[in-house]
């Protein structure tokens, strides 16, 4: 059970989660088939999956801390669990399209190096989660432990609109559009 000192913060952060998936799912079905097409690159896809699994996790657990006389130690196990298995499959999914790739693919470290910051990060977030998790099973509603998690569902908030930023197109100028892998993809083919 979450102390009623942070009911407003869950409401608040439930109903923004429920705001920005909403825009997510806009800003994708503008052009379904850039980030989901036949043609679309594996790169849009793992981008488009690490902001949507933010985001559906942030709001989630926000969702499942304002149910009463609940512990949202069970919630945030299962969507720590769930971003944890999310960064795994995007991590090996780039690191064996990396290796497979040609040599000459595989010299822009650049790219690497920014696939390796988000899932390091996100691996950092979504592990820390799991073991409040867990900490919160054990003495719920501690104020030390809930204060602690709405910190990781900042952090995974900001990771998820990073993400979002990056599918709509982040501006090479800025650091978040320096880290953002999309730049060094090569579009798929429109047709005409």
Do not use: C
Request: charged letters at 10%.
């Amino acid at each position: 059970m979450v102390p009623t000192d942070f009911a407003n913060f869950f409401l608040a952060t439930a109903g923004a989660g429920a705001a920005l998936i909403g825009l997510l799912f806009v800003a994708i079905s503008i052009n379904r088939e850039r980030t989901f097409g036949r043609e679309a690159q594996p790169v849009r896809q793992q981008v488009a999956s690490s902001a949507f699994t933010a985001l559906a996790n942030a709001f989630f657990i926000s969702t499942g801390a304002l149910i009463p006389h609940t512990n949202v130690g069970y919630v945030t196990l299962i969507m720590g669990g769930i971003g944890l298995v999310d960064s795994l499959r995007v991590g090996g999914e780039f690191l064996f399209g990396y290796w497979r790739a040609s040599l000459a693919a595989r010299l822009r470290w650049p790219v690497a190096l920014r696939a390796l910051v988000f899932v390091t990060v996100s691996l950092i977030l979504y592990g820390y989660e799991v073991v409040l998790a867990v900490l919160l099973l054990m003495r719920p509603g501690a104020v030390d432990f809930v204060y602690t998690l709405t910190g990781i569902l900042l952090g995974i908030y900001g990771l998820g609109l990073v993400r979002a930023w990056e599918l709509l197109g982040a501006p090479r100028s800025s650091f978040i559009g320096w880290l953002n892998p999309l730049h060094e993809a090569p579009e798929a083919p429109t047709k005409d």
